[in-house]
């Protein structure tokens, strides 16, 4: 088994900052992309932030320049830096990753549970 945990929401007014954490465990060979996606009530989820293992980083264009992806591979955890923060950014923020569990395993995407930011104007 994989379990991604998330930590770092909260409420927060705009032009504020949070930091999101995302840490992987369990039965890990190797982790391709982790990332970030984010689902606001009533909308589809979208991408906000990726980076593979070869640190190429790829950015939602609403978030370009505000929030910054990081990674550490020794603790097999993604962070997300977000700065000046718009109320247009409350959702529900979910970290993914692609798991090889095994040397010989196809990566598959595995989900955390999900948290909340709010951003008040």
């Known amino acids: 088994q994989v379990q991604l945990v998330e930590s770092g929401g909260g409420l927060v007014q705009a032009g504020g900052s949070l930091r999101l954490s995302c840490a992987a465990s369990?039965?890990?060979?190797?982790?391709?992309?982790m990332g970030w996606y984010r689902q606001a009530p009533g909308k589809q989820r979208e991408l906000v932030a990726v980076?593979?293992?070869?640190?190429?980083?790829n950015y939602a264009d609403s978030v370009k320049g505000r929030f910054t992806i990081s990674r550490d591979n020794a603790k097999n955890t993604v962070y997300l830096q977000m700065n000046s923060l718009e109320p247009e950014d409350t959702a529900v923020y979910y970290c993914?990753?692609?798991?090889?569990?095994?040397?010989?395993?196809?990566?598959?995407?595995?989900w955390g549970q999900g948290t909340q930011v709010t951003v008040s104007s």
């Open positions: 369990g039965t890990i060979f190797s982790i391709n992309a």
């Open positions: 980076v593979n293992n070869g640190g190429r980083i």
């Open positions: 993914a990753a692609d798991v090889a569990r095994t040397s010989m395993a196809v990566p598959r995407r595995y």
